[in-house]
């Protein structure tokens, strides 16, 4: 199981991928927050999807206890005697679900895993490298605790593992002149600049490109309004489920994204994307696989890995429009829109898509 947040859920498709691979009578079920109850079941090894509200539910305890609920939840949850009981999360509310679940449970050692405290959840553990990616982590846990061999040039190799028919899309992707700016996230130090954002839709515009801004709350809508704003080319979407933004994301020809959940859903998709980190480190959680390029900021300071930008330096500017920029967070600085635009049309073009040109 694999519970939240949206990254680390499509993380551990690549290690449903394997384990399928390795033994074929292999079958999963896969307890994840009810937000993104309709990714597990995008792969068909997974049999049965069983949601859960933790995130919802600690907001009021007591009700959830009353109107039953939470014992809803774990009646669904012990329905099964499983084989194995996987926690690949790590996380002390990950865990207690594997004890909840009837089956032998398993998760990371506590010098390897993200909260210590899950392991008095676990029957066995598993201790893997620290130092690597989260996706090869929770590969080599799968591996192991499932007995197969995960050689070493088999990590290069990324399956996720998606039937894309179940998303409603055809595997044959077909070059649709799209880019999608995935510009919302969560932290302030997250955020590339605005004034980047509408450069970079100008400059993909007077490529041939058309652009499209998704957007998931009442501020990322006036986001995407303020970067689409002037531009015929450029447009909003309506608000999308999280089906409907895989089928956005698959049809497009390209991406770019900040540090976002969605980013690492372009990235099991394989949709060519460029990701672009300042404040956070993609060396150990950022988007992972084929088509995909992680831009990090070479600023001093960078990553420094805090929700809000506490750089107190120089201002650092950049050229936009025959205008000097104070880029905020500086970070991003670094991440120029010509040289974004750069990178990703490189990539669309080692897919095989047609590169527009005005």
């Known amino acids: 199981m694999k ?43 997974v049999d049965r999807v069983i949601p859960v509200a933790f995130r919802r539910w600690r907001k009021s305890i007591l009700k959830t206890l009353r109107n039953g609920e939470y014992a809803d939840f774990k009646t669904d949850l012990k329905r099964e005697h499983y084989d194995l009981v996987i926690d690949a999360q790590g996380l002390i509310k990950s865990g207690f679900i594997s004890r909840l679940s009837k089956g032998l449970t398993v998760g990371l050692s506590d010098s ?21 990616h989260a996706v090869q982590r929770v590969r080599e846990l799968f591996s192991r605790a499932l007995n197969y061999p995960l050689q070493e040039d088999q990590l290069g190799e990324i399956d996720y593992g998606i039937d894309l028919t179940r998303i409603g899309v055809s595997p044959e992707h077909t070059p649709s002149g799209v880019l999608l700016f995935l510009h919302g996230t969560t932290w302030q130090s997250k955020h590339w600049p605005v004034p980047f954002w509408r450069e970079l839709a100008r400059l993909a515009s007077a490529r041939g490109y058309r652009v499209q801004l998704p957007w998931g709350s009442e501020s990322e809508r006036e986001r995407a309004q303020a970067i689409a704003q002037g531009f015929s080319a450029v447009s909003v979407l ?14 497009a020809d390209g991406v770019v ?69 104070v880029v905020n967070p500086p970070c991003f600085s670094t991440h120029p829109p010509a040289q974004v635009l750069m990178a990703l049309e490189e990539l669309i073009a080692r897919r095989g898509a047609r590169v527009a040109v005005s």
């Open 3 to 45: 519970v939240s947040s949206l990254g680390d859920v499509i993380h551990t498709l690549p290690a449903v991928t394997d384990a399928k691979r390795a033994n074929r009578r292999l079958q999963f079920d896969w307890v994840v927050e009810e937000n993104f109850v309709e990714i597990p079941g995008w792969h068909p090894a």
């Open 112 to 132: 390897t895993v993200k909260e210590p405290m899950a392991t008095l959840f676990y029957n066995k553990v598993y201790s893997v490298p620290r130092d690597e």
């Open 238 to 251: 309506e608000r999308q489920t999280l089906k409907g933004m895989a089928q956005h994301i698959a049809r």
């Open 257 to 325: 994204a900040v540090d976002t959940g969605l980013g690492h859903l372009a990235a099991a998709l394989a949709t060519p994307a460029v990701s672009l980190y300042g404040a956070t480190n993609p060396g150990l959680s950022g988007t992972f696989g084929q088509h995909q390029v992680q831009l990090a900021s070479t600023l001093a300071c960078a990553p420094c890995m805090s929700k809000t930008c506490q750089y107190q330096g120089d201002a650092h500017t950049v050229a936009i429009g025959g205008e000097s920029l």
